[in-house]
């Protein structure tokens, strides 16, 4: 996956336009971050192949998945849940091998868990400073994968759900932070519509054509 996406950042870089080849303009990625992250990465390091670039980009997908297992322990720890426990979570999501592997080959995980675990956090606060870092969280999942709103739809039901404060107000703060996210998420979504013709990748709707 790695390789395809950054293809299309070389050709940016390149001043060829985000695409796979040259004069089509395909939406053959997925993650908006993922490829443009690299672009900005390979650009600023003078990089015309991949290793550079993949090095510079694992670097930062661990720092971003070490601050999710962060987030996710002050989110435990707000919660009222003890210091051994939220060490635990850490320790295994650490360990757990696919998030690993994921996170430092180059795809989009450590960033797809990142905004989960801004989200998590963010449900804890129940205050006006929420409505950003949920909107932060929300937008940054679309960002991450085209069915990020799913993630973003379970926190926000989880929000609403199990409320961490009175349920008026956790309500008023999830539809502000919704609203902002949509704003923050519209600048991709008219962009990919207008340069590719479509918001949704184009190997989405192929895979569901092949499907169907």
Known sequence: DYFITFRH??????????VYNEGERVHGFTSPLGVLLPAALGWVLGASTF????????????????????????????????????????V????????????INGMETAFVLFFMALGFYATTL?????VWLLAVSWAGLMYS?????IAAFAILLGNVVWAQGPRRQVVAISAKALCLSVLMYLPWLVAA????????????LAKAAHTS
């Open 9 to 18: 950042s070389l050709n940016l870089i390149k001043g060829n336009g985000l």
């Open 193 to 204: 519509s207008v340069y590719y013709g479509s918001p949704v990748p184009h190997t989405v």
């Open 92 to 103: 295994l999501l650490s360990f757990e091998p696919k998030a690993v592997a994921f996170s």
């Open 51 to 90: 290793e550079p670039t993949l090095i510079a980009f694992r670097v930062v997908s661990i720092a971003t998945f070490a601050a999710s297992v962060a987030l996710l322990a002050a989110a435990m720890r707000r919660t009222g849940e003890t210091v051994f426990s939220a060490a635990l979570l850490g």
């Open 145 to 149: 994968r085209p069915d990020g709103c």
């Open 126 to 130: 129940a205050t006006s400073r929420s």
